[in-house]
């Protein structure tokens, strides 16, 4: 058969080794779905009836692990296939590029009750391929291919295949009970299956109307699993072209308020003149966006929250409403979200600034160079494309037909204008320890003080950051006392650039943005 030629020779070589020393052997699951589909697997597994130490014995170079019957065989690294990491997977990282070094070699398996919903309380080995197959998730995984290419597939998955439907091995309550992380997994097989082999989009895919009914009836049993678990089965349908089908499913199906029940406050929260679609709706279409962009994790998430504390800020109804502060806000929110969902601290930081930063105003001829340094002082250079793209997001998911308008593209502009002149203390010509050496003191708060109110000076007129003028500043500063250096420190600090509040607030009442 045609799909043959796409498993790779160390995957068969696994299987051989099997079948020659006198065992069954047969991939099994998602890869053979996969390669029904016409996809290229990104994993491999194999399913026999030799037992977890025969396995071993096989194979000198394999680990044992767990009390599930899976050795993992190691073999050649492979090129462009593989499983991704939990860590991989909670960032967004490129599945693509993960290289395969282990094949899972299961032992034929029954499985007894799941106590806590997602592990058997005990593993018994199975007699044939067949009741292995019968303890899967849904039809569409339960299926068995030997080397010869022959499928066995007692459940017709080949049929829920063309059909496009997902549905569970045999009854949906009894499967979800027994791993409830099935719930979610049924929604993310529906929108990540929606994309054909040649790249473009496979409409059709549902959920089987048993399964769906019992989605919605056990979706209480989601609140076991474990965040991480959740986590990571949210981070695949995120990162799907369908994105935004699959947060309405989970909100459809039951799923969303135990997943990120602060989303929810935006459905039915109405907005200003500014947007036709409620906040819920909005952020859903700006993630819709980000995936459509083939965008980053980080992008599309930021894309998804930017708007989730606009319920918490409202203020009035109609046409005129407002939302002051709802970025503070929102950021605040989704920096506790993503924590609960044990997301790295990298992730947790790199949306929430995001979500804190994508509301800044600009129009052409009010904003001046010395706010574009500000602005770039306070996102940070890197972020800039970042941040354009949430913007583009929530241009889009507000309804408008222009993503990139002139203002932004007058913004990028003037920032690549502004990109050389001095917008961190790193970049001022004198350091900490030339403040300390002209002033005579220890490193201290006093040394920092100075160095913002000269930072300050410079984001003003770049112009001031010379060796000479800075040296001069530096002794002047230094014949201030203890109190008045730190009112003018803090004063430097508590200077707002002109993308936010003083000037920002009135132009906002100015031109009704909210």
Known sequence: ??????????????????????????????????????????????????????????????????????????????????????????VGADFEKKKIDIVEVTT????????????????KFARNIEEDLARRDFTINAFAMDLGGRITDPFNGRKDLKDKLIRTVGDPKERFNEDALRLVRAIRFAVELNFSAKGGPASGWKIES????????DAGLFEMIAKERVRDEFVKIIMTSRAAEGIRMLENYGLLKFIMPELREGIGCGQNKHHIYEVFEHNVRALDYAASKYYSFVIRLASLLHDVGKPRTKRGEGPDSTFYNHEVVGAKMTLKILDRMRFGKEIVEGVGHLVRSHLFY??????????????????????????????????IGSGVPKAVPYKIRHLLFMIDKVKHDPIHPKMLVVKGDDVMRFLKIEPGPRVGQILSILLEEVLDDPSKNTRENLEYRIQDLGKLDAKELEKLSMKAHEKKEEFELGVEDEMKRKHAVS
Request: charged share 30%; proline share 5%; with cysteine.
């Open 1 to 90: 058969m045609k799909f043959m030629v796409l498993i790779p020779k160390e995957v068969k070589e696994v299987a051989e080794k099997l079948e020659e020393s006198g065992f069954k052997a047969y991939l099994v699951g998602g890869c053979v779905r996969d390669l029904l589909l016409g996809f290229e697997p990104k994993d491999w597994d194999v399913a026999t009836n030799a037992k977890p130490e025969q396995i071993q014995k096989i194979f000198s170079d394999s680990v044992y692990e767990n009390n599930f019957g899976t050795v993992g065989v190691k073999i050649p690294t492979l090129k462009g296939v593989g499983t991704p990491t939990s860590a991989e997977r909670s």
């Open 108 to 123: 034929f398996r029954i499985e007894g009750k799941y106590t806590d919903k997602r592990h058997p309380d005990e593993v």
């Open 210 to 217: 048993k399964t769906a009914k019992a989605i919605e009836v």
């Open 362 to 395: 600009y129009n052409v001829g009010e904003v001046t160079e010395s706010g574009v340094r500000r602005f770039l002082a306070r996102v940070g250079p890197e972020n800039i494309p970042d941040l354009i793209k949430v913007r583009e997001a929530d241009r």
